[in-house]
């Protein structure tokens, strides 16, 4: 059997956080033969609910997990780990944007940040707590050890969420679905791009000759789900939260299949679709050798693909220009 892979989770004891552990601990994430250590992070007044799912994990009696750490110490929790997966903050209420938690939540990256650079050097890391472009961007900002091609922020569940639109619209399974890319920002101003996905292979744009239904509703729909999603239980996401930070730490662990890609905010610079650099922004992304990445070239893009690209680049400017007190040296 292989070396145990380490998986850091902050925010353990919250509701992605118990969506999640269990799925890791019993190989759904790295598969049935790989072994995983946890170390899970949260505040101290959660640590009394955090040893509660840590009784579950034992009692789960898993064969794949070697090993748990659960502290309130980001040093401990982090030490050497493979991926770190920053869950932790708050999430928003009805009737927020995911930008209105910027103040709240992005100070607890500054730290973690400079945690992950102290004590993790092989980390890759996914960042899920909103707004998670920019957050990932002030954890990155501290972490001069790290090099900009290890940082993730979570942009999978709107692509899950487009492909089951889709797949929905023309009456197939999911699966048929693929180049689904989310553009920009994990917020109302990303663009789920439906002129370049394909369903059974066919450009989505035949198989869905309905324009209007694909600019006026499947968009607006995949945008705001996250919001429709609280609305209806009161809470926002989290087992379809907890299911695309896995889907997205496995695409960049495995080399992609095919000719098909996925949608991960990477760092912006150097990409040839002329984002600002430096921006944490999602592009169609293909997993090279499980570790390094590269951005699918070439994909055309229209007046409107660009006027919305450009836009959601706009947003994250903004969103860094509200933290740039938070930011730290390594950008
Ligand atoms: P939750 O409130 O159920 O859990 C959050 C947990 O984080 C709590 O247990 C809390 O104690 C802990 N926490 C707070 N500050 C911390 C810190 N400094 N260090 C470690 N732990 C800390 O919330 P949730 O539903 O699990 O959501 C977590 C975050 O994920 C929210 O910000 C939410 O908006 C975000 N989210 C993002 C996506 C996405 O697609 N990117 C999807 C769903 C949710
Ligand atoms: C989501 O997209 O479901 C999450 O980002 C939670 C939210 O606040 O919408």
Redesign the pocket.
Known sequence: MSQPIKVAI??A?????YAMLFRIASGGLFGPDQPVTLGL???TP?LGALNGTLMELEDCAFPLLHGVTATDQAEEAFADADWVIL??????KEGMS?AD?IRA?GP?FTGQGQAINAVAPRARVLV???P?NTNCLIARSHAPNLPADRWFA?TR?DENRAKAQLAAKAGVNVGEVSRMTIWGN?SDTQYPDYKNALISGRPATEVIPDHSWLAETFIPTVAKR?GAVIKARG????AS?AN?ALDSVRSASFPTKGEDWHSVAVVSDGNPYGVPGGLMYSFPIRSIDGQAWSIVPDLPLDGDARSRIDASARELEQEREAVKDLLGPAL
């Not at 004891?13 to 956080?17: E, L, N, R, V």
């Not at 869950?87 to 928003?92: A, K, M, Q, S, T």
């Not at 809470?235 to 989290?238: F, H, I, L, R, V």
């Open positions: 902050t925010g004891a919250g509701q992605i956080g992070l949260e505040i959660a869950v932790g903050g708050l999430p928003r995911r938690l939540n607890i899920v707590a909103n998670c979570m569940l994990h996250g809470a926002s996401s989290a939260a695309a």
